[in-house]
């Protein structure tokens, strides 16, 4: 099914009894992200606000909050039509009659895609413009108590690169809003937008921006996709859509504007100016601090006359971005291959915060092949701030984490298969680098044949400084201690006595609590969001030819450390409230 707009998807998910009208009043301070928060962790509908302090438009959230409704909201067809484009591609290069005959029905769906000019009247985006105080009235949430302010969370930003128009980008970058006419705009400098800007700035211009609010869910879905560099969103999303992408002329000028959009922001940011932006609860679970980041001046407002505000809420996975995810990569993974010829399949881990923890099943037809496909892989757009990469040239599901990390370490050599690289950038919200966009890197190998039996239960004895233990998987051993403040140098002191003791276990990982080796999504978030490769991988080592070469086991500190943001956690007189309120909001 494809949707031309929120509207119809609403319907829908109406239809289906997966959507929740909440018309209790609420207040977009704090307590619509908590409700969101508690419908979402039990997999419940989507949720439309209608009575919201201090503005008249009424707010929808858990748009894309279950694998259900992602499905509901895009269908297989896009899923479909992109294996089968991949596929055909041997036999349409070169082109032959024959060929082209035979993938017919195809190409005809491929000649839906594109863009399609429609008129004023038939936009219902331009239904009321708004230039004085733009921004007045519009129900930005604030999810988290210490954010800086209350924040656009769902906004689709499009830019041109300067003097290019046809080279656009539309990406997603959180807008603090300061008052009525401005806004930050967290335009990361390793995403396209970024580019934009980083161009503008050089030719000292501003930069036109022009922010989507709403419009067809694929739209949503195409701002966030991890999309090659020079595939244009706006056409993913019309291929998504299965056909063409309305757009009108804003009449106020600018650029062109998606019809079924529900508010368009247009603006500009000027060059070299900056203004501290934060700190956001944001995806990794926990508080980005404040920096300084570019100002959007906005110009003019357009938006229907009926508007409804869509918004998300982020924090400790899982969460929408989670389900947003997961259908992108499927998406987007037959791709891959033609991109990066070595690569069979890939993929990235949203409770890790994404960037954090990929992985890839590699070829291996001749000797360290994967590790030049790693390289490959670290040079791919947003996958150039991968922290840590896991190949294996086995036939594994990547999505089964604990499956993957145990084919890995049946293969691992240390000595070989294990690279860390320094003074590398990291992605703007991971703080466990040493400043802001630098951290570094790992990529472990687990290519051939086993070379080891991995252990399944721990049956040694105590372990110094070691109060729990729990196995994660066969071959990662989960221990906790004393805090990193209490006992900073507990990690070196526990890979040099487990290595002294002949450990069994190729993985140990440091944590502050065990029990995150309970659940596969709990020891991704815990683990890879909490330790930089450079400074919290342990082992013993040698050094020879300018390669470290490392023994086993390897030692991970997770645990949290000195200078780390805060972890997220509602406010509790807000948890009152919403305890107390909750049969006002679902009084059936």
């Known amino acids: 099914m494809s949707f031309s707009s929120l509207r119809p998807f609403l319907d829908v998910l109406r239809k289906e009894k997966d959507l929740a009208i909440v018309e209790a009043p609420v207040d977009p301070y704090l307590e619509i992200a908590e ?8 997999e419940g509908p989507a949720l439309l606000f209608t009575n919201v302090k201090g503005s008249s438009f009424p707010v929808v959230t858990n748009m894309f909050g279950t694998s259900r409704r992602v499905d509901l909201a895009f269908g297989p067809r896009p899923e479909q039509l992109m294996n089968r484009l991949v596929g055909a591609l041997d036999k349409l290069l070169p082109p032959t009659p024959a060929a082209l005959w035979q993938e017919k029905d195809m190409l005809f769906d491929l000649m839906k895609i594109g863009l399609r000019k429609t008129s004023r009247d038939a936009a219902p985006v331009l239904g009321v413009s708004r230039t004085e105080q733009p921004l007045k009235g519009l129900p930005a949430l604030t999810s988290w108590q210490e954010d800086g ?7 689709l930003v499009y830019t041109e690169q300067p003097g290019h128009p046809k080279k656009h980008n539309l990406g997603m970058y959180r807008m603090q809003i300061f008052d009525e006419k401005t806004t930050g705009m967290h335009i990361q400098i390793h995403r396209g937008g970024g580019f934009h800007y980083s161009e503008a700035e050089k030719r000292n211009e501003p930069l036109p921006v022009t922010v989507f609010l709403g419009g067809p869910p694929a739209l949503i879905a195409s701002a966030i996709a991890p999309a090659p560099e020079n595939l244009p969103e706006l056409l993913l999303t019309s291929l998504i859509m299965g056909s063409k992408l309305p757009m009108a002329e804003d009449p106020l000028g600018g650029h062109r504007i998606p019809a079924e959009a529900e508010f368009v922001i247009s603006g500009r940011l000027l060059p070299f100016e900056r203004r501290p932006e934060g700190p956001f609860g944001d995806h990794y679970g926990y508080y980005s601090l404040q920096h300084d980041f570019p100002v959007l001046h906005v110009d003019h407002v357009w938006h229907r006359k ?3 505000y869509p918004a998300t809420i982020v924090g400790k996975p899982r969460q929408e971005d989670y389900y947003l995810g997961e259908f992108l990569q499927r998406l987007l993974s037959p791709a891959f291959p033609m991109v990066m010829p070595g690569v069979r399949s890939l993929w990235t881990y949203a409770d890790t915060g994404f960037h954090a923890l990929s992985s890839a099943v590699v070829r291996e037809s001749y000797s360290r092949e994967a590790m030049g496909t790693a390289f490959s892989i670290l040079g791919q757009g947003q996958l150039s701030l991968t922290k840590v990469l896991m190949l294996t040239d086995r036939d594994v599901d990547l999505e089964n984490f604990r499956l993957l990390l145990s084919t890995v370490l049946e293969r691992f050599d ?38 080891r039996k991995l252990p399944s ?3 040694g004895g105590l372990i110094p ?18 805090s990193y403040a209490g006992d900073p140098q507990l990690a070196e002191r526990l890979s040099v ?40 991988i342990y082992a013993v080592s040698e050094q020879g030819r300018h390669h470290i070469r490392y023994g086993l086991p390897l030692v991970i500190d997770a645990r949290m450390k000195p200078g780390y943001p805060d972890e997220l956690f509602p406010r509790e007189d807000i948890v009152q409230l919403v305890d107390k309120r909750w049969k006002e909001y679902f009084p059936a």
């Open 465 to 482: 400084g070691i109060d729990r233990l729990k196995p994660f998987c066969p071959g990662c051993l989960v221990v906790q201690g004393a």
């Open 306 to 308: 009926d508007a409804i």
């Open 35 to 42: 409700i969101h928060r508690r419908v979402i962790q039990e």
């Open 149 to 155: 302010g209350p924040f656009i969370t769902l906004p």
């Open 457 to 459: 239960e721990y049956t």
């Open 497 to 536: 006595q487990l290595a002294e003791s002949g450990c069994e276990w190729p993985l140990v990982v440091l944590a502050d609590d065990a029990d995150m080796a309970e659940g596969e999504s709990s020891f991704l978030w815990t683990t890879f969001t909490r330790f930089n490769p450079a400074q919290d």
């Open 414 to 451: 240390p000595q070989k298969d294990l690279y860390i690289f320094d003074n590398t950038s990291h992605d703007t919200l991971d703080y466990t680098g040493p400043r802001l966009n630098h951290g570094s890197k790992a990529v472990m190998l687990g290519i051939g044949e086993p070379i």
